[in-house]
């Protein structure tokens, strides 16, 4: 006679294997990780498969109450624990939060205000401060946390670790793991490497949604980018975080910190400057037409220094391609004053030069770059002597951050505007003004503008973008081609220098 299990209790019997090692596979994902989860939900599965199948009677019965516990006990563990979350996660800005130490916020709050008074920055927070600026921005945050604090236990030189504790406004549970940081587009990018909630470990989603809120309370970019700063470096280590970058935004570069070291500027002479006269353009940051004529870049772009956009290179290029194609040109210029590659990627410029898709973009020029590299030019480190240890580290900071972005931002261009004539003009040195071999500043920062146009004429020959040679028509002639004999002085071209940039278009197009 036939012991074996057979009709409906082998029928019962895979039924609830398969319940009770999805149930359970997903309660080891929470609690033990993944690869248990898979071996668990396997095991399960397969076992009370072979059961059913080979297994007598009476063993039958026992594995099937054994598997009907299982699925009992693991949705009810499981469902507790997840409207323990649940809860926690949804409490919202509901209930009292931590108060940050006073004095270590203030030390903190004082420290990045301060960054904002030169061109460039670098701001150094100690554990202590860096915990207070997260438990104030708990208060400033929707956030389920009552209190986060950090504790940074690599060693400078290493790969960053910090670990967290975060306490929930709701209930008891408590959230512990492990975060990175690196720079990313000239922002901090926390990474979530561990986090445990309560008896759960956080997979996926999960974790990618509690990575999403560490994020969000570790505001330093905000604080950051209210001061209107491009991050281009972080050192985490030996308790304490180090950040240094350029200011952006509507800030100008102070040119008088730059020219202390050039003296007498009265017996300077510049020779005859060989440049087309071109018309004005479209006095205007857009104009309709077809096909379109999309701009982007910083201050030359926005045409900073001239009376309006008409004598700006964007306008003047749009008006010089239309006579030339017989065509009316539409144009787009999203020219932002003091941009850099990290603004222009996380401040919305590339952004938006990446809605017009849908048109006929035919042209898009860019010139971006001098805001990362001449902010530090005009720190006090450089101010001296630009071959000095401090600003020599602070050159290659910007010019490593500028290659990261600026890769990023042509793969963008030429992704979305495949069939495009993408024009990369590269930045001129306003303090090349005819001393270079006589004044050390001079020929020096001709060498760093060197470096950084390199890492972009690099860049754009990965993405077939044409360059255009903004630098050597400017070389030696900016006391004739900017405003830098002025008083106080600028930076940027008069209505010569705009010419001169222009034509170093037009001759790239050809």
Known sequence: MNTNVSGPLRAAIIVFGVLAAASGGALALFTIGETY????????????????FTAPVILGRLVLAALIATLAGTLLIGGYGAVQIL????????????????????????????????????????????????????????????????????????????EFVGDFKNGSLRVTGEVTAQIAAGRIEVELLKADVGMFTMPG????????????????????????????????????????????????????VMLAGFGDLSGLTVGDIDVTDYEPGVDAASAEGTPLYLALGDSL?????????????????????????????????????GETSGSMLNQGQLDEALSYTSADVAYVTIDIGANDLLGHLGSSDCSEDIAAPACTR???????????NIDEIFAALRDAYPRATIIFLEAYNPFSLGFEGRVDFETQSNQALSRLNQIGA????????????????????????????????????NELGYDLLTGAILSAIG
């Open 87 to 162: 809860a926690a996660l949804t409490a919202g800005n509901n209930g009292p939060v931590a108060a940050p130490d006073a004095d270590q916020l203030a030390s903190a709050e004082r420290k990045i205000e301060q960054s904002s008074d030169e061109s460039s920055f670098e701001v150094t927070l100690t554990e202590s401060e860096l915990n207070a600026v997260l438990l104030n921005s708990l208060a400033e945050t929707d956030t389920p946390f009552r209190r986060i604090s950090i504790d940074i236990v690599n060693a400078v030189g290493d790969p960053p670790l910090i």
């Open 394 to 404: 602070r050159i290659e900071l910007s010019l490593d951050a500028y290659a990261r």
């Open 458 to 493: 690099e860049a754009a020959g990965r993405y077939n973008i044409t360059v255009a040679d903004g630098f050597t028509p400017m070389r030696g002639t900016t006391s004739a081609t900017t405003h830098m004999t002025a008083i106080p002085p600028d930076i940027h071209p």
């Open 37 to 52: 989860a898979l071996a668990t939900a396997v095991t399960i599965a397969v076992a009370s498969t072979i059961i059913a």
């Open 301 to 337: 772009a926005a045409a900073e220094g001239v009376p309006g956009y008409s004598s700006g290179y964007v306008s003047q290029v749009h008006h010089q391609l239309s006579l030339r194609d017989g065509a009316v040109y539409g144009l787009r210029n999203l020219g932002v004053v």
């Open 205 to 256: 989603v999960a974790k990618d949604a509690v990575e999403d809120m560490i994020g969000r309370v570790a505001d330093l970019n905000r604080a950051l980018a209210e001061e209107g700063a491009d991050v281009q470096q972080v050192n985490i280590g030996d308790d304490q975080v180090s950040v240094a970058g350029v200011t952006t935004g509507d800030s100008v570069i102070d040119a008088r």
